[in-house]
C-alpha cells in the first residue's frame, strides 16, 4: 500500500482530489473549427493537410467498414512493416500510437517519476508537457532567442533529474528549425541516461539539404527516439495514427505499459496505403513549397513579423506592437471572413497567429483579409 500519511488533505477530503499538479495543468487547446455566423469556414488552425488524403487511403478505410467488429491487431504489423521497409529501420524497434501524441504519452509514463525533469523549447508542442506533469515532473523551457531552438539554452536546462529532450524539429508553433550538426551536438552533450526525443511531424516539409530528421542517427544510438506521424503529411489527422523509432530496449519498455489495440484497423490499413502513395505525398510537399514562400512574401509585405522561414506547412505571424494592429483584433476579423487561425496564447504567444497553409483561394484570401484589416 502507497504511504499517504504526508498527503492528508487528500485522504480526509470529502471528495475524490486529482494527485498534485494535476489541476495545474492546462488542458490542450485545439485549434478552432467554428465561426459564428460562418456556415463553412476555411480551417487554418490546425495544420491538416490541405489537399486532404490519399484517394488509396481513403478507400481502403471505406472497406473498413466490414471490420467494425473486430479488435484491431494489438502490434500494428501491417503498419510495422510497411514502415520498416520504407525506412529501412528495424520492425521491433518501432513504437505505434494514437498519434505521435500518444508516443510522448507512453515515453513520459516509463521514464518520469515525481521530481523528474523533461526539458523542451519555451514554445513546445504542448503535448510533451502535459504528459510529463501527469508523471508529477518538472517541465523545463529552455530559451528559444528569434523563436528557434537553442542548443545551449536547452543544454543549461538538463541536470541530473533530466529524463527526457524533447524536441520538435521543425518546431510547433515556430516552424522553425535547426540543423542536424545541432541535433548531434545536443546528443553528444547529453549524458547517456536522457533520452531525445525528436518530434519530426512536420520533417517531410523542411527541405533544406542541412535538415534531417534524425532517422539514420538514430539506428547507432541508444537514447534517440525519431517520431513521425501519419497527421500531417499523409493527412490522416481523424485517424490518428503516429510512431516512434527507439532503442530496442526504450521499445520493449514502452510496450509494456502500452494499452492493447491503440490503433484502429480503419486507421492501420489507411496509413499503409497512404505510405505508399507518393504521388500524394510530393504533391503535399509541393503545394506547401510554393504557397509557404508565397505567403511568406505577402505578408511580410504587410508589415507584419513573418517568423522563421517556416519549414513546416504553416507559418508563424507576429503583429509588432509598432502596428497599432492586434492578433487579437486579426483574429476575429479573419474569423467573420471564414478564415480560422490559431491564437497562440497558451503557448505564451499572445501577439503572434499560426496559419495553416492554405489551397491557392484560401491563402489569397487571407492576404486579401489581413491587407483590408491593416488598412481599417
Ligand atoms: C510538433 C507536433 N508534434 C506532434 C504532433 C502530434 O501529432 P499526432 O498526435 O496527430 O500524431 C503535432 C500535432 O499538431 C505537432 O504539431
New binding site residues.
Given amino acids: 500500500m502507497p504511504d499517504t500519511s504526508d498527503r492528508p488533505d487528500r485522504a480526509r477530503a470529502s471528495r475524490p482530489v486529482p494527485k498534485p499538479g494535476i489541476m495545474d495543468i492546462h488542458a490542450y487547446v485545439p485549434g478552432k473549427a467554428a465561426a459564428h455566423g460562418v456556415a463553412d469556414p476555411v480551417k487554418l488552425s ?2 491538416e493537410n490541405i489537399l486532404g488524403s490519399s484517394e488509396k487511403a481513403r478507400a481502403v478505410y471505406a472497406e473498413a467498414a466490414s471490420q467494425l467488429h473486430i479488435y484491431p491487431d494489438s502490434r500494428t504489423t501491417i503498419v510495422r512493416d510497411a514502415i520498416a521497409q520504407h525506412y529501412r529501420v528495424e520492425p521491433e524497434r518501432l513504437i505505434f500510437g494514437c ?4 508516443v510522448f504519452q507512453l515515453l513520459n509514463q516509463t521514464f518520469l517519476e515525481p521530481g523528474d525533469n523533461i526539458v523542451q523549447g519555451e514554445f513546445a ?1 504542448a ?1 510533451f508537457a502535459i504528459g510529463a506533469r501527469a508523471c508529477q515532473a518538472e517541465v523545463r523551457s529552455a530559451r528559444e532567442p528569434g523563436y528557434r531552438i537553442d542548443v545551449d539554452e536547452v543544454l543549461k536546462c538538463v541536470d541530473e533529474r533530466t529524463r527526457l529532450v524533447f524536441i ?1 524539429n521543425p ?2 508553433p515556430t516552424g522553425t528549425w535547426i540543423p542536424f550538426t545541432e541535433v548531434r551536438r545536443l546528443h553528444e552533450n547529453l549524458p547517456p541516461s536522457v533520452v531525445l526525443v525528436l ?1 519530426g ?2 520533417s517531410e516539409f523542411a527541405n533544406d539539404p542541412a535538415f534531417q530528421d534524425g532517422l539514420d542517427y538514430a539506428r547507432a544510438s541508444e537514447n534517440v527516439v525519431v ?1 513521425h ?4 503529411l499523409h493527412g490522416l ?1 481523424a485517424l ?3 510512431w516512434g523509432y527507439a532503442p530496442a530496449a526504450i521499445a520493449a519498455a514502452v510496450d509494456r505499459i502500452r494499452l492493447p489495440f491503440n490503433v484502429s484497423i480503419p486507421a492501420q490499413l489507411a496509413a499503409v496505403e497512404a505510405l505508399k502513395d507518393v504521388e500524394f505525398q510530393q504533391r503535399s510537399i509541393a503545394h506547401v513549397d510554393q504557397w509557404r514562400a508565397w505567403l511568406t512574401q505577402q505578408l511580410g509585405g504587410l508589415g507584419l513579423e513573418v517568423v522563421g522561414p517556416s519549414a513546416a506547412n504553416f507559418v508563424l505571424v507576429g503583429f509588432p506592437k509598432t502596428l497599432g494592429r492586434t492578433a487579437a483584433d486579426a483574429d476575429e476579423f479573419l474569423s467573420a471572413r471564414g478564415l480560422l487561425t490559431r491564437r497562440l496564447l497558451n503557448y505564451g504567444l499572445p501577439d503572434h497567429l499560426r496559419i495553416t497553409i492554405g489551397l491557392e483561394e484560401h491563402n489569397r484570401a487571407l492576404v486579401d483579409a489581413l491587407s483590408d484589416f491593416m488598412k481599417a
Avoid: H, I, L, Q
Wanted: proline share 0%.
Fill in positions: 490546425a495544420n498519434g505521435s501524441d500518444e508542442f503535448a520538435a518546431g510547433n518530434d511531424a512536420y517520431t506521424t501519419f497527421s500531417k489527422a490518428r495514427v503516429g
